[in-house]
T-cell receptor, first 117, second 114 residues
Framework: DSGVTQTPKHLITATGQRVTLRCSPR?????VYWYQQSLDQGLQFLIQYYNGEERAKGNILERFSAQQFPDLHSELNLSSLELGDSALYFC????????????????FGPGTRLTVL | AQKITQTQPGMFVQEKEAVTLDCTYDTSDPSYGLFWYKQPSSGEMIFLIYQGSYDQQNATEGRYSLNFQKARKSANLVISASQLGDSAMYFCAMSPTGFQKLVFGTGTRLLVSP
C-alpha cells in the first residue's frame, strides 16, 4: 500500500459526460501528479500541483482540469468525454517539488479505470 | 526533450534465475533521476529503485539493482533470483531537472516460469 488513495476505482460513463476523479496523497506529501495510461499513448504525465498551486503541465487536454485543495487532496475533472479518454488515471504524490538529494520518488495510487461508452 | 526506450516488449525467465531488463534514455539535462516501476496485473504502480545521475555507485534495493552506465545512457534493471511474483510489466522512467514529471518508457512484460 503506497498510502495514496484514489476514488472511484472504476468509472463507466457515456460520451459527452463529465466526471471527477479524486486523489488523497500520502500524509505529508505536498506534490500531486496526475498521469494517464492508455493502450495507444502509454503512460503520460498530465499535470502537477504543489501545495495548492499548479507547477507543471504535460499533455493535458483543454477538456481536462485539475485542482489541489487546502487539505492537499486533488481532483481531476474530465469533461465532454470521448471514447479515446478511456484509460487508467493515476495520481502520484511526492514529498516536495523535487530535490535529488532527497530522492524524491513518486508514490502511485491504485488508479481509476475510466471507461467511456 | 526526454525520451526513454525499452526495446524488450517481453522477457521470459525461469524461477531463481537472474534477468536484465534494458532501458536507454535520452536527455540534455545535466542532472536527472532514473526510476523503475513494477505494474502487476492488478494495475497499481509500485516503485522499485532510483538512481540519480550524479550517484557514483549503482543503486540496489534487495533483489533489484540498477546497472547505470552514464556514458551509454543506459539504466538496466537487474532482478536476481526471480520469483513467480515478479511476473509483471516493468517501466523505466526518468525525471528531468526539477522532478516535475516522470517520462516513461513503453514497458517490458516479464514472465517468470516455474
Amino acid at each position: 500500500d503506497s498510502g495514496v488513495t484514489q476514488t472511484p476505482k472504476h468509472l463507466i460513463t457515456a460520451t459527452g459526460q463529465r466526471v471527477t476523479l479524486r486523489c488523497s496523497p500520502r500524509s505529508g506529501d505536498l506534490s500531486v501528479y496526475w498521469y494517464q495510461q492508455s493502450l495507444d499513448q502509454g503512460l503520460q504525465f498530465l499535470i502537477q500541483y504543489y501545495n495548492g498551486e499548479e507547477r507543471a503541465k504535460g499533455n493535458i487536454l483543454e477538456r481536462f482540469s485539475a485542482q489541489q485543495f487546502p487539505d492537499l487532496h486533488s481532483e481531476l475533472n474530465l469533461s465532454s468525454l470521448e471514447l479515446g479518454d478511456s484509460a487508467l488515471y493515476f495520481c502520484a504524490s511526492a514529498a516536495g517539488i523535487g530535490s535529488f538529494e532527497l530522492n524524491n520518488e513518486q508514490f502511485f495510487g491504485p488508479g481509476t479505470r475510466l471507461t467511456v461508452l | 526533450a526526454q525520451k526513454i526506450t525499452q526495446t524488450q516488449p517481453g522477457m521470459f525467465v525461469q524461477e531463481k534465475e537472474a534477468v536484465t531488463l534494458d532501458c536507454t534514455y535520452d536527455t540534455s539535462d545535466p542532472s536527472y533521476g532514473l526510476f523503475w516501476y513494477k505494474q502487476p496485473s492488478s494495475g497499481e504502480m509500485i516503485f522499485l529503485i532510483y538512481q540519480g545521475s550524479y550517484d557514483q555507485q549503482n543503486a540496489t534495493e534487495g533483489r533489484y539493482s540498477l546497472n547505470f552506465q552514464k556514458a551509454r545512457k543506459s539504466a538496466n534493471l537487474v532482478i536476481s533470483a526471480s520469483q513467480l511474483g515478479d511476473s509483471a510489466m516493468y517501466f523505466c522512467a526518468m525525471s528531468p531537472t526539477g522532478f516535475q514529471k516522470l517520462v516513461f518508457g513503453t514497458g517490458t512484460r516479464l514472465l517468470v516460469s516455474p
